[in-house]
Structure formats: C-alpha cells, structure tokens
Nanobody
C-alpha cells in the first residue's frame, strides 16, 4: 500500500485546511486509517482515526471539536479537516494504515508499530 498526503501549507490562526491521504496499491479491503502529527522537537502524536468500512471514527482530546476525519472509499482517500487552527497545531501531518483491521485504535499509549504503512507527511504551519 502506498500513501501520499497533500494539502498542507501556511495558514493564519483561526484558519482552516483540508489534508488528503491518497491510498493506492493495497491488496486488502480492510485498512484502518490514522492521522498523526509531529511538531518540532516533539514525539509523533496520534490525533484521529477511522475504521475500515463502517464510518466510525475516533478523536483524541487534543483536537476534538476542531479536527475531523472522513473517508471516500470510491476515491481511496481519507481526509483530515482542520478548523480553528492554532500556532501549536504547527507540525508535519502524516497518514498511516493498519492492514486487515476493522476498528482503528487511537490515543496516548497506542504504539505506532500497530500501523503497517506510512506516508511521508505534509507540513502545516500556523502563523501570522
């Protein structure tokens, strides 16, 4: 499975962005998807995930109410909508897939090694 993220950029505080995670070449029809971010000098943080096929999603408290995840199976794409952005949201945002898993897992303590495939990420910078 190949993963390519896009949609990052420079945005002012309070602004919005929509990131895309394009999936291709997979041989399974069950991939749980997670979005992660890594700010300069900090560890990678999982923020939201989506189940393989039932539309359910999970969010961590750090972004709840501001960020949402959605999937378009016809386009093999997962989206991350970022609203009400803050300077502390500045980070590289990455998408990852867990193969043959119906239910995604996200939150502190969830090992990153659960996720089998990773994209390279897209930079989001929030500044005046």
């Amino acid at each position: 499975l190949q993963i390519v993220e896009s949609g990052g950029g420079l945005v002012q505080p309070g602004g919005s962005l929509r990131l895309s995670c394009a999936l291709s070449g997979g041989t399974s029809n069950r991939y749980a998807i997670g979005w992660f971010r890594q700010a300069p000098g900090k560890e990678r943080e999982g923020i939201l995930c989506a189940n393989s096929n039932d539309g359910s999603t999970k969010s961590t408290d750090s972004v709840k109410g501001r960020f949402t995840i959605s999937r378009n199976h016809a386009k093999n794409t997962v989206y991350l909508q970022l609203n009400s952005l803050k300077p502390e949201d500045t980070a590289v945002y990455s998408c990852a897939a867990e193969r043959d898993e119906d239910e995604c897992v996200m939150g502190p303590g969830v090992p990153l090694i659960r996720y089998d495939y990773w994209g390279r990420g897209t930079q989001v910078t929030v500044t005046l």
